[in-house]
């Protein structure tokens, strides 16, 4: 089964963004933040491998299994460049495809991204891939989110919908267990190839929550040389809820190097 994308605009001569969700989300989570781009913005919006509507899509499993299934579905549909943006395990498949096809990818924007470091709150990720219904999945985003942060409220329900097809959390547990690895007792997520990266040679932006707490901020400092980082104070981990402005303005400004 192919995966599943809503495409917006292709046919305009810019080079389109490419929008991969976190962990558990659908890419219906963008909305906060696509309603802030010019109308006009070319978008392919996709739903992960094992995640909403790319429920029984090829590509299940980590995020380099992800990476090389989202590069094949781009070939497939012939977009020979593109603009990435990815949030949390949607940023490490990202990192990963940019890696893979440096030349085709004209910017990245990574929201709080996965494999920067091994720790990681799995026991909240656990949680949060169990939920189904309206009350669970809010516990569910709140532990992700600093205190005091609002679901959106249609957010919520179109991830309820995704949450309700039989198998559905089942696969978010395959998924979560396919990243997470065991050292010295200790439950851990992998990491990226960092040394890979040194020489990537794609203009990259960095932005995480100082309040994150499924991945520590102290993370950031991973990211490779020349890439920018914004830290966005009182945030949580859920940056595409927490702060839109904040990472659309980001996106606004990768998107002028076209």
Aim: charged share 20%.
């Amino acid at each position: 089964m192919t995966l599943f994308a809503e495409v917006r605009h292709l046919s305009s001569a810019k080079t389109p963004l490419v929008l991969l969700h976190g962990f558990g989300g659908i890419g219906a989570a963008w909305e906060p933040v696509i309603r802030l781009f010019d109308p006009d913005l070319p978008l392919v919006i996709y739903d992960l491998p094992g995640h909403g509507r790319s429920l029984d899509a090829d590509g299940v499993g980590h995020a380099g299994v992800m990476a090389r299934a989202i590069l094949g579905d781009l070939d497939r549909r012939k977009i020979s460049s593109f603009h990435l943006c990815g949030h949390s395990m949607g940023g490490a498949i990202a990192s990963l495809i940019a890696l893979k096809a440096s030349a085709r990818t004209r910017s990245l924007t990574l929201l709080a991204p996965g494999g920067f470091g091994p720790e990681i709150n799995h026991e909240a990720l656990r949680r949060y891939a169990s939920a189904v219904g309206i009350g669970e999945l809010t516990l569910g985003l709140a532990a992700m989110s600093a205190p005091g942060s609002i679901v959106d409220a249609a957010g919520l329900e179109r991830l309820a919908d995704a949450r309700r097809v039989p198998g559905a959390t089942v696969r978010l547990m395959e998924i979560l267990n396919s990243f997470l690895v065991e050292t010295d007792g200790r439950i851990g997520q992998g990491t990226l190839p960092f040394a890979s990266f040194d020489c990537l040679g794609v203009e990259t932006q960095l932005l995480w929550g100082t309040e994150d707490p499924i991945l520590p901020v102290t993370q950031a400092k991973s990211i490779w040389k020349g890439a920018e980082v914004t830290l966005i104070e009182g945030a949580g981990h859920m940056l595409i809820d927490e702060a839109p402005e904040a990472v659309a303005s980001a996106i606004a400004a990768a998107l002028k190097t076209d």
